[in-house]
Structure formats: C-alpha cells, structure tokens
C-alpha cells in the first residue's frame, strides 16, 4: 500500500492542475472517498504505469490521451462512470462533442440523419408506419 501525503496531493493539484487551495481540498476529499479500484489505479499513475482502469467501456488511458484530461480529473470521472454510467456517458458525449455525425458508419450516419429528420418535421405530418429506427416499449 502506497501513502500519498496530503501536502504532496494539494500541491499537485494546485501547481500542475491550476486548483485553487478550497477546489484541491474538495478535491482531495473526494479522491478519499474513491473507489478502492481507482485508488489502485491513483497508485500505478504516481508508480509512473499507466492504469488498466476502465469503466462502462471508458478507460483512464482513453481520458488522458485522446480526451486530454488531466489525470486526477480522470480518476475521478472514472469514479462518476462507475456510479452513475448513463449520465457520465452522456456528458462525455455531450461535452466533448461526441455525437458528430462525422465519426459515425454510413449504416449508424443514415439513422441518425433520419431520426433528426424526423425530429424536425412537422407534428401535423401524418404518421408512417413504423421501422426500425423506432424504439419500441412492450
């Protein structure tokens, strides 16, 4: 078991991420009460690894490198992951500006097109049977 020291933590966070000293302390206490499997990968992360950590399909190598997040912000986004999934995604892909339709397949492309058509259209247009771009509820 690694021992991070808390003067070491808050001068971290307010020298390399740019918090001010009330957002390292909340910070902080939020890394506290992290899930023991992000506190192992916090440890790989200071041993100088990169963490094997991931969460509803998201890894902490997936945050840093390609979404450029800072490495503490990634451990605790992974924590949000791993607690509230659909609502983490949904920010990642709302925040970061994933839904472009320009990293979709063809397939994936046209039933996003036709659905934002379909969004868009007149509430007075008759209605058309249904296909499978419709959600279906039993």
């Not at 490495?71 to 925040?95: G, N, Q, S």
């Not at 472009?100 to 008759?126: G, H, K, M």
């Amino acid at each position: 078991m690694k021992i991070i020291k808390y003067k070491d933590l808050l001068n971290y966070l307010i020298e390399e991420d740019g918090l001010t000293i009330p957002e390292a302390l909340r910070t902080i206490r939020r890394i506290r009460q992290l899930d023991p499997r992000i506190l192992k990968g916090i440890e790989a992360w200071i041993d100088g690894d990169t963490p094997d950590l991931a969460f509803a399909g998201v890894s902490y190598a997936d945050l840093v490198e390609t979404e450029k997040m800072r490495p503490v912000r990634a451990f605790l986004f992974l924590d949000w992951l791993r607690r509230e999934p659909a609502i983490a995604t949904d920010y990642l892909c709302t925040k970061l500006k994933k839904d472009s339709v320009a990293e979709l397949d063809d397939a994936n492309r046209t039933l996003l097109e036709e659905a934002a058509r379909r969004l868009q259209a007149d509430p007075d247009e008759p209605d058309r049977p249904e296909d499978e771009t419709d959600i279906r509820i039993p």
